[in-house]
């Protein structure tokens, strides 16, 4: 049985008015995403056997990793709201804030020069480097879990800048360096305290830790230097 197979039966037998988000029930939408035993994970991928068994994952502390109830490990399974954001009810969660920032790095491909005839070439080593970022599913685990969006509200966040770097990095876009420009501040690609967290609790294995750190390289290599706060 799954946590999200197990909340509806809670919602089932003992309370019809319990909220939580899902839709596709494959670990593919981001919906059910919820603290589970004080870490981010998707409820419908996300096995109740497994985690009653599992080693608490070791995280760098968090909004919301050492506050709430106890509870007894390996006997019950801990669930609660994702931190950092909100809550409405019950496990359901305001995502305002993080499609928000997602939307304000304008996570479109911008081609800088009139589409070819028929298709985009791109070699594959160039393929590789950019798939890890084209995987992220907006559930905002890596939001949860980050020490730093827990602090400042500002901050654009791991999923947000992770996006970022996947269309800075594209062989289609402009290739002028202005992507990495939307972010160079101190809010953006410097706020960054590499926990690695969101890496640590992306379902989808994306790295945005990677992706700050090559993007903070980049920018010093030409010049620019970390914004003041």
């Not at 939580?20 to 059910?32: L, P």
């Not at 009653?52 to 994952?57: F, I, S």
């Not at 305001?94 to 800088?112: A, N, T």
């Given at each position: 049985?799954?946590?999200?197979?197990?909340?509806?039966?809670?919602?089932d037998r003992f309370d019809d008015s319990l909220s939580f988000r899902y839709s596709c029930r494959g670990a593919v939408c981001g919906s059910c995403a919820m603290l589970i035993n004080k870490v981010p994970r998707l409820a419908c991928r996300t096995q109740v056997k497994a985690v009653l068994e599992a080693e608490q994952m070791e995280l760098r502390p968090f909004a919301g990793s050492a506050e709430g109830v106890t509870w007894e490990q390996g006997e019950e399974v801990l669930v609660e709201p994702l931190p950092n954001l909100p809550k409405l009810k019950d496990l359901v969660v305001d995502m305002s804030r993080f499609f928000e920032y997602f939307q304000k790095v304008e996570p479109v491909l911008k081609p800088g020069e009139e589409p070819p005839e028929h298709e985009y070439a791109m070699q594959p080593q160039a393929v590789t480097e950019l798939e890890p970022y084209t995987n992220c599913i907006l559930c905002a685990s890596c939001l949860a879990a980050c020490p730093v969006s827990g602090r400042n509200q500002a901050f654009l966040g791991p999923a947000a800048l992770a996006k970022l770097y996947r269309f800075a990095i594209d062989l289609r876009e402009s290739g002028d360096g202005s992507r990495l420009l939307q972010a160079n501040t101190a809010q953006g690609w410097w706020a960054c305290e590499f926990h690695t967290n969101c890496r640590a609790v992306c379902p989808r294995g994306v790295p945005p830790n990677i992706?700050?750190?090559?993007?903070?390289?980049?920018?010093?290599?030409?010049?620019?230097?970390?914004p003041e706060v």
């Amino acid at each position: 049985m799954t946590v999200l197979a197990a909340l509806f039966s809670v919602q089932d037998r003992f309370d019809d008015s319990l909220s939580f988000r899902y839709s596709c029930r494959g670990a593919v939408c981001g919906s059910c995403a919820m603290l589970i035993n004080k870490v981010p994970r998707l409820a419908c991928r996300t096995q109740v056997k497994a985690v009653l068994e599992a080693e608490q994952m070791e995280l760098r502390p968090f909004a919301g990793s050492a506050e709430g109830v106890t509870w007894e490990q390996g006997e019950e399974v801990l669930v609660e709201p994702l931190p950092n954001l909100p809550k409405l009810k019950d496990l359901v969660v305001d995502m305002s804030r993080f499609f928000e920032y997602f939307q304000k790095v304008e996570p479109v491909l911008k081609p800088g020069e009139e589409p070819p005839e028929h298709e985009y070439a791109m070699q594959p080593q160039a393929v590789t480097e950019l798939e890890p970022y084209t995987n992220c599913i907006l559930c905002a685990s890596c939001l949860a879990a980050c020490p730093v969006s827990g602090r400042n509200q500002a901050f654009l966040g791991p999923a947000a800048l992770a996006k970022l770097y996947r269309f800075a990095i594209d062989l289609r876009e402009s290739g002028d360096g202005s992507r990495l420009l939307q972010a160079n501040t101190a809010q953006g690609w410097w706020a960054c305290e590499f926990h690695t967290n969101c890496r640590a609790v992306c379902p989808r294995g994306v790295p945005p830790n990677i992706a700050i750190g090559k993007a903070r390289a980049e920018l010093q290599k030409s010049g620019r230097k970390a914004p003041e706060v």
